[in-house]
């Protein structure tokens, strides 16, 4: 694929020189000097430019359209002839959730990498919802969420288990002398994630079907991540609802405790998801690589 039409994909997507420009790791007047000569060679302009504000003119419209579907040409092309040559080369777009950019995947992309050092990932994480909505306005190949969704026009894949534990930092009263109760825990000061949260809707589903719904229990807060919510924690008497795979560290070091709940067990998927038909490329190269990694210990 013309490199010319990689850029203009990378500028359009993101409506910014500058973003196009660290996504790609070029500089910024190398992208410019890319788009003026995809400008001069179709005769059209292809963006409007306002200031520091750019979109994409009726002739960059049809541009994007075309440049978007030969992409993914492009990468079944390279599926092709790596298939026959045992050679594995383009690119792969990945968007995960942020529980599992975070906690699940590097790991396997690191693999990955090793496995096939000549396709070159990039990997953007969210919530779940925001990866599918980049997946469908194609500005990622694959996405990797914790739900399932409403959207007709992608399909889901499983590839990891995952349990939704409640924890807390040591000088937490809650459960310290034996296991919680649901009924203890809705006076307990709860911290959870945003709104669009893949964890989040899954807590919510769980604790509705167990006869505790979240606007029962005692939320203060709700943050923009894991991460946020485990260094919360340790400085505050109340709990948290996150992924086992986010605090396998602070477990370690002692710093978090998980607290058993009777009658809760909030377990989940983690998924892929793409656009309805069959993998095609090093879409179809990750996923069948993950389904198989064997995590180390």
């Not at 750019?54 to 030969?70: C, H, M, N, P, S």
């Not at 809705?186 to 949260?197: A, K, N, T, Y």
């Amino acid at each position: 694929m013309d490199y010319r039409y990689q850029v203009f994909l990378a500028v359009a997507n993101n409506l910014s020189f500058t973003k196009a420009a660290q996504e790609l790791y070029i500089s910024q007047p190398a992208v410019t000097r890319h788009i003026r000569e995809l400008e001069n060679t179709l005769g059209l302009a292809l963006f409007n430019r306002k200031g520091n504000r750019i979109t994409l003119t009726a002739a960059g419209e049809i541009v994007y359209r075309f440049a978007q579907k030969t992409h993914v040409l492009y990468d079944e092309l390279q599926y092709e002839l790596g298939s026959l040559k045992q050679t594995f080369s383009g690119s792969l777009r990945l968007g995960a959730s942020s529980t599992i950019s975070q906690y699940v995947i590097p790991e396997v992309i690191a693999a990955f990498h090793t496995r096939y050092p000549d396709i070159e990932v990039s990997l953007i994480n969210g919530n779940s919802f925001e990866m599918e909505q980049k997946l469908q306005e194609n500005r990622i190949d694959l996405a990797m969420v914790e739900n399932y969704s409403s959207k007709t026009d992608l399909q889901y894949v499983d590839f990891a288990d995952d349990e939704i534990v409640v924890i807390a930092g040591h000088t937490c009263k809650f459960g310290r002398s034996a296991n919680g109760s649901l009924a203890e825990l809705q006076h307990i000061p709860l911290v959870v994630r945003e709104r669009g949260s893949g964890t989040l809707e899954v807590i919510e589903q769980d604790l509705k079907n167990a006869g505790y719904p979240l606007d029962r229990l005692n939320v203060i807060l709700h943050l923009g991540s894991t991460e946020a919510i485990k260094n919360f924690l340790p400085r505050f008497n109340g709990i948290g609802l996150v992924s086992v795979n986010a605090i396998k560290k602070e477990i370690q070091l002692n710093t978090l405790k998980i607290i058993p709940v009777k009658g809760l067990n909030i377990s989940r998927k983690f998924r892929f998801a793409y656009p309805k038909g069959p993998l095609t490329g090093n879409v179809k190269y990750f996923v069948d690589f993950t389904q198989n990694y064997t995590p180390s210990m």
